[in-house]
């Protein structure tokens, strides 16, 4: 997210928003003004998440898994401008459309309800819902649109851009991309702890010194201490 995308006095919900990057989503649009709502499954993680985004932030312990839940947690809610999901794991899906049919598909069951989205977002969705076994989910779409869509971990970013958009595609929020690199300079330092670790665990060499004498010759092995000998 970038200064002046207009978050100020917005109501962002954020589903599954009380750690990694669904918080740093959340901890940012709250700098910039937003005014921001979590719901995830972890009560005490919400509790947590909201004490760290500070300000007017605020959560509420919801099973995302439950349709029932999430439609009385939504119809609670009310109104609100922007609507993002997160997830405890990568997340590998695609966006198409099909005639005004927006198709978000994945390669594992996303387990969320959706139903209430339309009602959220009249200008852009008709109507919303899950497939019955969870690996995509379809909105038709109120107006014509472009589709972009990206994966950043844990997040499936969609945007819905007027077709008057012209020029590259909106990038992703600059919180993603420093939780993203600070993911990979984490993996990078693992990765040069685990190397040291092999290395430390190789056998260290055995120097054979030869001493010549008149009537016989002696081999001498320097063995190191950890390491046994068979005669």
Not at 103 to 128: C, H, T
Not at 167 to 181: H, I, S, Y
Request: proline residues 5%; charged residues 20%.
């Amino acid at each position: 997210m970038q200064p002046g995308n207009g978050l100020e006095n917005k109501q962002v919900v954020i589903l599954g928003g009380s750690s990694g990057i669904g918080l740093a989503v959340a901890e940012q649009a709250a700098s910039q003004g937003a005014k921001i709502v979590i719901a995830s499954s972890n009560a005490e993680r919400v509790q947590k998440a909201v004490e760290s985004i500070g300000g007017n932030a605020q959560g509420q312990a919801v099973d995302l898994s439950d349709e029932k839940a999430v439609e009385a947690f939504f119809a609670k809610l009310g109104a609100f401008d922007q609507l993002v999901f997160t997830a405890g794991e990568y997340i590998d899906g695609t966006a198409r459309q099909a005639g005004n049919v927006l198709i978000i598909s994945f390669k594992q069951p996303l387990d969320v309800a959706v139903n209430r989205v339309a009602e959220q977002a009249p200008d852009y969705i008709g109507a919303a819902r899950r497939d019955p076994d969870g690996t995509a989910v379809r909105m038709a779409l109120a107006q014509n649109v472009t589709i972009h869509a990206m994966s950043a971990g844990e997040k499936f970013f969609v945007d819905l851009l007027p077709t008057s958009w012209s020029g590259m595609p909106p990038g992703l929020p600059q919180d993603v991309v420093d939780e993203l690199a600070r993911r990979a300079r984490e993996a990078e330092r693992l990765l040069a702890r685990q190397r040291t670790a092999v290395q430390e665990k190789t056998s260290p060499p055995i120097r054979v010194h030869v001493a010549s004498q008149p009537t016989f010759t002696r081999y001498v092995f320097a063995v190191p201490g950890e390491t046994g000998v068979k005669k």
